[in-house]
């Protein structure tokens, strides 16, 4: 890393493979998922990347779905400082990032090799479907072997020369009218199917730090009942029969299946419909609240259509 300081680096010192993030949807707990050990058999190595905002952005991917090892054969312009700056709090990435002059140079350890190309090949290589190319390097890395993904560069992919270093090749299907993918786009593909086959979805979610138990069959009623007078208040039953759309606005509120929380703030809103009446002068009175039903019919201001 350079001695420029990035506003993405933390402040206080934190272990980047184990901060939980209050903010995060999902749990975050000591118990929740982590990668798992064969994360570690796979290296995601990139050739010849020609934009550091692409380096960054794979770098972000791998963070995302928890992958550590990157490898860099011949970048250009790399430097550290910007990538943090795309991929925030990724140094333990990028500072333990390999650096090669050649494709065999970087995958030499590796025992399987798989390429993502998106080129028709002259040459008879081992093309695999993009599924069975994801579950072979799956497979490969579960058993313990050394896999490496590898990405070429932005504008012309992988050479043929670079290819003779790979053991399969698989292209991610996409849309044949248009089928370049961006790099991190690429690669985010990729490693996400290797975390899904990971657990990486099964992960819950946090509760909502606000949690009411359902509403009873008592606030509901307080509820049907001040819907209805909110209803009147509006003359809303002019035209339209009264004990069928109640009816059908009881079974809709019963589908949602309302906790006391949203049942009384429905309350709230239809009595303060009859409060906001009251203070224009629509209705005389705001009126009971609850399932005290009592006739309403004399609180209105009956205008003369003469009148107006």
């Known amino acids: 890393m350079t001695e420029r300081r990035s506003r993405f680096v933390r ?12 903010a995060l949807a999902f749990v975050a707990a000591d118990d929740t998922w982590r990668p798992p050990a064969w994360f570690s ?6 050739v010849e990347p020609t934009d550091p905002v692409n380096i960054g952005g794979v770098v972000r991917v791998m963070a995302n779905t928890g992958f550590l090892g990157l490898r860099l054969v011949r970048p250009v312009g790399f430097d550290p400082w910007h990538v943090g700056g795309i991929a925030h709090y990724t140094q333990h990435i990028v500072e333990s990032a390999s650096m090669s002059q050649s494709l065999p140079a970087a995958v030499a350890d590796r025992q399987f090799v798989l390429a993502l190309t998106g080129k028709h090949q002259r040459v008879e290589r081992n093309a695999m479907a993009f599924r069975d190319a994801i579950a072979a390097a799956a497979t490969a890395a579960m058993a313990g072997q050394a896999v490496a993904l590898v990405f070429g560069r932005e504008d012309w992919g992988l050479s043929n020369e670079m290819l003779d270093a790979c053991h399969a090749v698989t292209t991610i299907p996409t849309n044949p009218a248009y089928p370049s993918l961006n790099l991190a786009q690429a690669a985010l593909l990729v490693l996400y199917q290797l975390f899904e086959r990971a657990g990486g979805e099964e992960q819950a979610y946090r509760r909502p730090r606000k949690t009411a138990s359902m509403a009873t069959s008592e606030l509901l009623e307080d509820l049907f009942a001040d819907l209805e007078r909110a209803l009147d208040a509006i003359q809303f039953f002019g035209s339209r029969s009264r004990a069928s759309t109640l009816r059908s606005l009881r079974v809709a509120l019963f589908r949602a299946r309302l906790d006391a929380r949203e049942a009384s703030l429905l309350r709230a809103m239809f009595i303060e419909v009859r409060k906001f009446l009251r203070r224009k002068g629509v209705i005389d009175a705001v009126g009971p609240v609850g399932r005290q039903r009592t006739p309403i019919s004399a609180t209105f201001k009956v205008s003369d259509p003469d009148s107006e």
């Not at 402040?11 to 209050?22: F, I, N, S």
């Not at 058999?41 to 990139?46: F, G, R, S």
């Open 41 to 46: 058999n796979v290296a995601v190595v990139l």
């Open 11 to 22: 402040r206080t010192p934190q272990d980047p493979l184990t901060r939980r993030d209050e």
